[in-house]
């Protein structure tokens, strides 16, 4: 199974809601990422996690806020966004230095 | 830190050969990879250069040399389907830091 599942695909929330976007991997890899994607542009790197400990944050403001319950799993939780947040959303796991295996994506829209 | 440069944009008919450069600056270097990405999808891992020299897949190859700094991607026969963007990233090392470069978008036309 070399699969990165994301949920939910598609999602539209307003600038007072909360959300959460989730991720999940059965690979057994040690580090898993968030990535921020407009269009037309690469994947902007916003956090890892090695050993299910934040190891990276890249300057993301708070409204975004990284959970890693356990080793499979990687949420990341939305609170007052705007509508500039709007993007695709990746996530992608790796078990370190070698290849990195992303999801499909979750694209927000915030209204 | 890293600094990472590519070519915005190349178009090619198909059938024809493509190559994508990419120059790195980066403290500390594990490697080179090479990502496809169509539009609206997740990206793809094409390639992965440790040492440098030629590594061929098929119709992709990815060359390195790390003195210079200096990475392509060859894309052969192309086809209508290697439209998409392509993106060089630093292996990451023990910080685990992916980080892309700006990606080079390449259309092929018919």
């Known amino acids: 199974d070399t699969e990165v599942t994301q949920t939910p695909k598609h999602l539209v929330m307003g600038m007072t809601n909360k959300k959460s976007l989730k991720c999940e991997q059965h690979m057994g890899h040690r580090a898993m990422y968030w990535y921020k994607q407009k269009a037309k542009k690469p994947p902007e790197l916003m956090f890892v996690y090695s050993y299910e400990k934040l190891s990276i944050n890249e300057s993301v403001p708070s409204r975004f806020s990284p959970e890693c319950p356990n080793s499979s799993l990687l949420n990341l939780h939305l609170h007052a966004l705007q509508p500039e947040d709007s993007a695709l959303y990746l996530c992608?796991?790796?078990?370190?230095?070698?290849?990195?295996?992303f999801g499909q994506g979750t694209r927000l829209t915030v209204v | 830190g890293q600094n990472i440069d590519q070519p915005t944009e190349m178009t090619a008919t198909e059938g024809a050969i493509v190559q994508i450069n990419c120059t790195y600056q980066t403290s500390g270097f594990n490697g080179l990879f090479w990502y496809q990405q169509h539009a609206g999808e997740a990206p793809t891992f094409l390639s992965y250069n440790v040492l440098d020299g030629l590594e061929e897949k098929g119709r992709f190859s990815s060359f390195l040399s790390r003195s210079k700094g200096y990475s392509y991607l060859l894309l052969k026969e192309l086809q209508m389907k290697d439209s998409a963007s392509y993106l060089c990233a630093p292996a990451p090392r023990g910080d685990y830091k992916l980080s892309f470069g700006a990606g080079t978008t390449v259309t092929v036309r018919a």
């Open positions: 992608a796991s790796s078990q370190g230095s070698g290849e990195a295996f």
